[in-house]
Nanobody
């Protein structure tokens, strides 16, 4: 079993920054990628950013140039640095780990961008 624990969400003003972290523990084998997804109220869960085992990153167009995903392979941790935040970035951010043994999600952390 794999557990994902997210941290770092909160309330921030437009233009501000937040850093999300996700720590994976448990029976982890052959991680293909880790990433962040977000779900705004009344909307589907969408990709924000992913990073694979070769450190190749992928971003949603809406966050390119503002967000940066990074990964600590030794610690099975992934981070999301979010800069120049906008109200439309508001939502619950979920960490995802995709490995040879399955697909795992964290419980989510709320990010609210508001003045």
């Amino acid at each position: 079993q794999v557990q994902l624990v997210e941290s770092g969400g909160g309330l921030v003003q437009p233009g501000g920054s937040l850093r999300l972290s996700c720590a994976a523990s448990g029976s982890i084998f052959s991680i293909y990628f880790m990433g962040w997804y977000r779900q705004a109220p009344g909307k589907q869960r969408d990709l924000v950013a992913t990073i694979n085992s070769a450190a190749i990153t992928n971003y949603a167009d809406s966050v390119k140039g503002r967000f940066a995903i990074s990964r600590d392979n030794a610690a099975n941790t992934v981070h999301l640095q979010m800069n120049s935040l906008k109200p439309e970035d508001t939502g619950v951010y979920y960490c995802r780990l995709h490995s040879s043994t399955g697909d795992y999600w964290g419980q989510g952390t709320q990010v609210t961008v508001s003045s």
